[in-house]
């Protein structure tokens, strides 16, 4: 079975600084892998996707996220936040198979940017 | 135009009550969804219909009934409300089964359960 974990619930950090949003998965397939920013009472909404090829995603707003193998991990990175990115971020999997459809999504972390 | 929309946006009733959300997208997509989101924020699939067909039902109680019309609306109706029923419920679509495609989340439906 699949799963995703995130390591961290929250992380505050202050504006302008970097920042890493930590994601594992468990699969013993080959996984799509997903980012999702939720805003405070909104919806979902995609940030960035590793289907195939290069290693290193880019996203909106400036995110970027590398997705490691070996080390099953699909890290969310920025180099500078902004007031704005204060959200829910969700890490998510799904296995690749064309008949399969079911979306893992980790626990989310919260991101808290303090100016 | 919304691509995902949802309602009622919250919805407040009496336990053993019976009531129903509303789902519609108009981005043309064969696949849809429904999710409970907990109070922790975490994020649950419920139901996944492709071109109305029932394609996942996880396992949810059989109070929660969802219902495909067409390929552009997925309702979902609950009967004998409890407690643990209260959440926000997201709907979501997806261009095609299967594949890595994005999904497209409504803004949500808070339902509280008294």
């Known amino acids: 079975a699949q799963s995703v974990t995130q390591l961290d619930s929250q992380v505050p950090v202050f504006e302008e600084a970097p920042v890493e949003l930590r994601c594992n998965y468990s699969s013993s397939v080959s996984v799509y892998l997903f980012w999702y920013v939720q805003y405070p009472n909104q919806g979902l909404q995609l940030l960035l996707k590793?289907?195939?090829?290069?290693?290193l995603v880019k996203g909106i707003n400036g995110f970027e996220a590398e997705f490691n193998k070996s080390q099953t991990s699909f890290h969310l990175r920025k180099p500078s936040v902004h007031i704005s990115d204060t959200a829910e971020y969700f890490c998510?999997?799904?296995?690749?198979?064309?008949?399969?459809?079911?979306?893992?999504f980790g626990p989310g972390t919260s991101l808290s940017v303090i100016p | 135009d919304t691509a995902v929309s949802q309602t009622p946006k919250y919805l407040v009733t009496q336990m053993g009550n019976d009531k129903s959300i509303k789902c519609e997208q108009n981005?043309?997509?064969?696949?849809m969804y429904w999710y409970k989101q907990d109070s922790k924020k975490f994020l649950k699939i419920m139901f996944s219909y492709n071109n109305k067909e029932l394609i996942i039902n996880e396992t949810v109680p059989n109070r929660f009934s969802p219902k495909s019309p067409d390929k552009a609306h997925l309702n979902l109706h609950i009967n004998s409300l409890e407690l643990g029923d209260s959440a926000v419920y997201f709907c979501?679509?997806?261009?095609?089964?299967?594949?890595?495609?994005?999904?497209?989340f409504g803004p949500g439906t808070r339902l509280t359960v008294l």
């Open positions: 981005l043309g997509h064969d696949t």
């Open positions: 979501a679509s997806s261009h095609k089964r299967g594949w890595g495609d994005t999904q497209y």
């Open positions: 998510a999997v799904k296995i690749v198979q064309t008949s399969y459809d079911k979306v893992i």
């Open positions: 590793y289907l195939s090829g290069s290693t």
